[in-house]
């Protein structure tokens, strides 16, 4: 799809999950590495389904990995169950590879047709509602906290990073669209109203941006889209920020990182959740996924699997999958192995979101051999992102 096509793809984009009939000016933009692809009536011209390509990066063994960030699949309501979309992520698939990705992810609406194409859910977008009266008070007389402005942006970045790359599946943010200008009615960003630092010894330790959202009454409520910090003192003086709004919001929104310095601040036990948001994983390619990600370093050993993938043929096949030191290498094999597996149990195994028993108990990997071999292609962490796309 080209600009010209963008007007008649948010038509279709509103169509299939709703909006303002007008588009907005962003969405008529040709972002950088924002790749859309569309299906065509050959006699008439007009668009009958599109689907949006990312072209990212994805935190993944603290090293980033070539990711394609799958958005914004719809279908003309009249061409629905026809396979229009299959062949559009189909195409979009093979694209990716074509330019490195080694990993997709996304967020369905309808995980049983990105299943039939090789997606497997892989975790949850986490985020916690809680009430602002609950959330603890601590005055940090080590930390100087200041309001962020449009100046600040790349050091939440650089904050972002620090916390984020030690985890697996969370997006670097640098790149594309990530460097797109705010709009001016939101110079901080979308979605953000304020911008609170911390720092300590003049070092930013930590950042909270959020929206204000509306009223002051029971259902005025803050939603927050970062809260990181790298010290527990960071994490309780910003804490410390959203707790003064109790006399004026009710509820807090909070994205949640688990196990990072902020999740041990909150009351999570007082959580409610608002929506959960599933996310699919993918491998894109299998040598580039093996061997472009960082592997627990104490891990040493092989395994041979046979991989069919229709989709995407090129990992179909025997494979000796090898880590060793913290690297890891996929081969091709031969003879014929007793594990076999798709691309769903592949996704499942790679990303760490579940164990060779576990997989083999949902049906996806087969044969004879013991399936708890495939846990060393399971040694990493869960993912967990923070960004919806």
């Known amino acids: 799809m080209t600009a010209d096509d963008l007007a008649e793809s948010w038509t279709l984009g509103r169509w299939a999950f709703g909006g303002p009939a007008e588009a907005p000016p962003q969405a008529l933009r040709a972002l950088p590495e924002t790749h859309?692809?569309?299906?065509?009536?050959?006699?008439?011209?007009?668009?009958?389904?599109?689907?949006?390509?990312?072209?990212?990066?994805?935190?993944?063994?603290?090293?980033?990995?070539?990711?394609?960030?799958?958005s914004g699949v719809a279908v003309s309501p009249e061409v629905r169950g026809g396979g229009l979309a299959r062949q559009l992520l189909t195409a979009a698939l093979a694209a990716a590879r074509e330019r490195g990705a080694a990993v997709s992810a996304l967020y369905p609406t309808v995980s049983a047709a990105y299943r039939s194409l090789g997606w497997e859910v892989t975790g949850v977008l986490g985020s916690a509602v809680l009430d602002t009266a609950a959330?603890?008070?601590?005055?940090?007389?080590?930390?100087?906290?200041?309001?962020?402005?449009?100046?600040?942006?790349?050091?939440?970045?650089?904050?972002?990073e620090q916390v984020v790359r030690g985890y697996d599946g969370p997006l670097?943010?640098?790149g594309g669209r990530w460097e797109v200008p705010p709009r001016e009615e939101q110079p901080l960003g979308d979605g953000v109203d304020l911008l609170t630092l911390a720092e300590e010894d003049g070092v930013v330790t930590g950042a909270l941006a959020y929206e204000r959202g509306r009223g002051y009454g029971p259902e005025a409520s803050l939603d927050v889209s970062d809260l990181?910090?790298?010290?527990?003192?960071?994490?309780?003086?910003?804490?410390?920020?959203l707790a003064g709004w109790r006399t004026v919001t009710r509820t807090v929104d909070v994205p949640l990182l688990a196990g990072d310095a902020v999740s041990a601040v909150l009351?999570?036990?007082?959580a409610t959740a608002r929506g959960t948001k599933v996310f699919m994983h993918r491998v894109v390619d299998l040598p580039a996924a093996v061997a472009g990600r960082g592997w627990p370093a104490h891990v040493r050993g092989t395994v041979d699997v046979r991989v069919v993938d229709d989709v995407a043929p090129w990992n179909s096949g025997?494979?000796?999958?090898?880590?060793?030191?913290?690297?890891?290498?996929a081969t091709r094999g031969d003879g014929d192995p007793d594990l076999v597996l798709g691309p769903r149990g592949l996704a499942l195994l790679w990303t760490a979101a579940a164990g060779g028993r576990a997989v083999a108990d949902a049906g996806l990997v087969t044969g004879p051999g013991d399936p708890a071999a495939l846990d060393l292609l399971a040694c990493g962490r869960p993912p967990q992102l923070l960004d919806y796309f």
């Open 36 to 70: 859309r692809w569309g299906a065509y009536d050959t006699a008439t011209g007009r668009l009958l389904g599109k689907v949006t390509d990312h072209e990212e990066h994805s935190w993944w063994g603290g090293r980033e990995l070539a990711s394609a960030h799958v």
């Open 135 to 160: 959330l603890p008070t601590a005055r940090e007389p080590g930390v100087v906290l200041r309001t962020g402005t449009p100046a600040d942006r790349g050091a939440l970045v650089d904050l972002y």
């Open 172 to 174: 670097t943010r640098r």
């Open 228 to 241: 990181l910090a790298t010290t527990p003192a960071a994490a309780r003086a910003l804490v410390d920020v």
């Open 267 to 270: 009351p999570l036990e007082r």
């Open 318 to 329: 025997a494979w000796r999958l090898e880590l060793a030191g913290g690297e890891g290498r």
